[in-house]
């Protein structure tokens, strides 16, 4: 079964830093897409920042400059770098993958289950 799982979410001062990373499991031989969502309270979920197979990434405007997204594809793992967070940033981020294809099957879209970060002023 293909799951994406999630870590590194957590509480953090403004200013600070956070890691998150997003490990893909399930006999995975290719995944087109690969990013990071968020959502606030009350608010919709939006696209934080995204990688393609190929590498090139795509990044909402208010984290360009401070978070940076990476990945293996190797590993099917994708890393968010979070940087400069802001009190704006808390939100539950959830790791997203597209047209991924494993033990024959393609799914369209997956989601991890989300992680929770806080940013404190």
């Known amino acids: 079964q293909v799951q994406l799982a999630e870590s590194g979410g957590g509480t953090v001062q403004a200013g600070g830093s956070l890691r998150l990373s997003c490990a893909a499991s399930g006999s995975i031989f290719s995944i087109e897409s690969m990013g990071w969502y968020r959502q606030a309270p009350g608010k919709r979920r939006e696209l934080v920042a995204g990688?393609?197979?190929?590498?090139?990434?795509d990044y909402a405007d208010t984290v360009k400059g401070r978070f940076t997204i990476s990945r293996d594809n190797t590993k099917n793992t994708v890393i968010l770098q979070m940087n400069s967070l802001e009190p704006e940033d808390t939100a539950v981020y959830s790791c997203n993958a597209k047209g991924l294809v494993a033990s024959g099957t393609w799914y369209r879209e997956v989601w991890g289950q989300g992680t929770l970060v806080i940013v404190s002023t």
């Open positions: 990688v393609t197979e190929g590498g090139s990434t």
